[in-house]
């Protein structure tokens, strides 16, 4: 989990809207809350056409991870992706399509005539290493297995879990996980196989993505069937199978944090158990599908996010957000009778908890994420979400954190957030198709002392500045200077583009 910290004008205002031009260096300084794991970085659509990267976060070396150093890690990015170009698949938000691979690292199956390149990784008997494994897709949750070997998970999105065993492991969309895999077979070559969840396909490893495990001195290639996954729609296996001593707790995923090392205390009451807790805001959000005049949409309560030209940043620091959105507008707790487009902005209470109920009518799995923190992932469960649901069903005793959340079909997932970072978050699915189509929200956390050491300013780039540039419909540097209170930096427009100086 990285939390954005401080830097949040960044994210919100241009780093969405902006191309990084040759030559100029974007220099995106983040504080970094808890110092592990790894996180995909991808920006909506470019991820559908290849825009995303590593960011792999490591432990400072004072501070011991709960598991010997292995030998080396890898980074596997999995995710499904589309033959026709992004831009086409673009136009429908996805709508009509349906992936035709899954690649690793960008690269194609092994065996499959069509791929250029498979993905490979050297082991040598005997030794453990450690494989970073992220969801990068558009739209399939996926499941994780390397042939013949087990993987003892320990990590996810920056926190160290419970320790557990597993021959396979689902990562949904925008997850990620680490896990240790010992190689412990005959020095042979094996298949690392990722295949689609809450699909129907009668032959799933047809599309699988396929990588191979070498040992050296092997001397023979992977072989027989790929190995089978666990039944594509069972929710037992997905949220359960991972930890049998949380079944009655219902906790979906790895539930615990193991804070026997390396953990950093995100609850600010100084203590992982956040039963004692007093929330001030819960929000409960359906996430579901519309056809708003005929166009297929995704919704939160029944209202499909409408992307305002003016940034959600600049209108609320300039304008009080008049003419761009209305604060609160939208309910929080419950849908509209009726499907509605709109700039759904809702108020959080700074450094209070919140409560966040995610309730998935969809038929597939939805992933929830939140920018700008990461947040205690308390209860999961089938069917309607009541307040009963947290005496019953929620494990309040080291939940897990981390920055996104899988929500079951016909299910909810819970999760609690401390709001200690002033801004403008963005609240959305993971899903590609959902969240392109209207799946998003934004949470308003004011905090009402201006001081900059809270909440860093905007860089100013060429970039930022054709943003501003844009919605003042003027480059007048009088008025930059007015409005963005920096009363040093000027503008200079000239035939080749935006430049800025200091004065
Ligand atoms: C937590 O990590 C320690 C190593 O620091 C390990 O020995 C222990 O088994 C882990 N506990 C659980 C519950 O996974
Ligand atoms: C993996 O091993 C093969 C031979 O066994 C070698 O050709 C290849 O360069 C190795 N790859 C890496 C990344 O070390
Ligand atoms: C999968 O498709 C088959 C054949 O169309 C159908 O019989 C089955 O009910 C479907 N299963 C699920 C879980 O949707
Ligand atoms: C593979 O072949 C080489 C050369 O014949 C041999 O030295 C090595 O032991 C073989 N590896 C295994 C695992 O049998
Ligand atoms: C390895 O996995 C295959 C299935 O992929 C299985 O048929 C075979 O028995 C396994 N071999 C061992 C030694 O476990
Ligand atoms: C629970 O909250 C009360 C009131 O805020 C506080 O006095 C108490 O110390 C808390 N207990 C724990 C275990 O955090
Ligand atoms: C968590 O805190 C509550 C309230 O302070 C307390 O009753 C409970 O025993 C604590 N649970 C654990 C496992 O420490
Ligand atoms: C900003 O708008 C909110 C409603 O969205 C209103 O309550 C508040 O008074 C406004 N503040 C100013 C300074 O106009
Ligand atoms: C959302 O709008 C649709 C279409 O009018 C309606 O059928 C549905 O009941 C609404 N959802 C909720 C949860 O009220």
Redesign the pocket.
Same mark, same amino acid.
């Given at each position: 989990m990285v939390a954005l910290s401080r830097s949040m004008w960044w994210l919100v205002c241009c780093m969405a809207l902006c191309t990084v031009v040759v030559g100029e260096e974007i220099l995106l300084k983040w504080h970094v809350k808890i110092n592990n794991g790894i996180t995909p970085v991808s920006q909506d659509q470019p991820r559908a056409g290849g825009g995303f990267g590593p960011i792999q976060i490591n432990n400072m070396i004072a501070i011991d991870v709960p598991f010997p150093k292995p030998e080396q890690e890898f980074d596997l990015l999995i995710g499904d992706w589309y033959r026709q170009s992004f831009k086409d698949v673009r136009a429908t938000g996805g709508v009509g399509y349906f992936p035709d691979s899954m690649l690793i690292n960008g690269k194609g199956p092994y065996l499959d005539p069509l791929s250029k390149a498979h993905e490979s990784f050297n082991v040598s008997k005997g030794k453990t290493y450690r494989f970073r494994i992220s969801n990068v897709g558009n739209l399939w949750s996926i499941n994780f297995r390397i042939q013949n070997h087990t993987m003892l998970l320990v990590e996810t999105e920056g926190s160290y879990t419970n320790q557990v065993s597993l021959d396979s492991l689902d990562v949904h969309v925008g997850q990620s996980y680490s896990v240790l895999v010992t190689a412990d077979q005959n020095a042979e070559d094996y298949y690392i196989v990722a295949t689609p969840k809450w699909v129907n396909m009668t032959k799933p490893n047809a599309i699988a993505a396929v990588g191979v495990l070498h040992y050296d001195n092997s001397n023979t290639t992977a072989s027989g069937p790929l190995p089978n996954g666990p039944d594509p729609f069972d929710i037992g296996f997905s949220s359960i199978k991972l930890d049998p001593s949380i079944v009655k707790r219902k906790v979906a995923g790895p539930s615990r944090w193991n804070l026997t090392a390396g953990a950093s205390r995100p609850n600010p009451?100084g /203590?992982f @158990?956040v039963s @004692?807790v /007093?929330l001030s805001q819960t929000f409960v959000l359906h996430g579901s599908f519309a056809l708003i005049n005929g166009s297929p949409r995704y919704t939160v309560n029944n209202v499909t996010y409408t992307t305002p030209s003016t940034p959600l940043k600049l209108a609320d620091q300039f304008l009080n957000g008049s003419g761009v959105y209305e604060l609160d507008a939208f309910p929080v707790h419950s849908s509209l009778p009726d499907p509605v487009k709109g700039t759904f902005v809702v108020s959080g209470i700074h450094k209070g908890w919140l409560e966040i109920v995610f309730r998935n009518d969809l038929d597939r799995v939805d992933s929830w994420h939140l920018d700008g923190f990461g947040f205690f992932v308390v209860g999961f469960g089938l069917g309607e979400w009541t307040p009963e649901a947290r005496s019953t069903a929620y494990n309040f005793y080291d939940p897990i954190v981390r920055s996104t959340v899988q929500v079951y079909p016909g299910g909810w997932s819970a999760v609690y957030v401390y709001l200690d970072n002033p801004g403008m978050w963005n609240l959305r699915s993971q899903n590609l198709q959902h969240w392109y189509l209207g799946q998003e929200l934004y949470i308003r956390v004011n905090d009402p002392d201006p001081n900059p050491a809270k909440e860093h300013p905007p860089q100013i780039t060429s970039c930022f500045a054709v943003v501003y540039c844009n919605w003042m419909h003027s480059c007048d540097p009088v008025k930059w200077r007015y409005h963005s209170g920096f009363n040093r930096i000027f503008l200079n427009v000239n035939k080749i583009g935006v430049s800025i100086s200091r004065k």
């Open positions: 009451q /203590t @158990n @004692n /007093t």
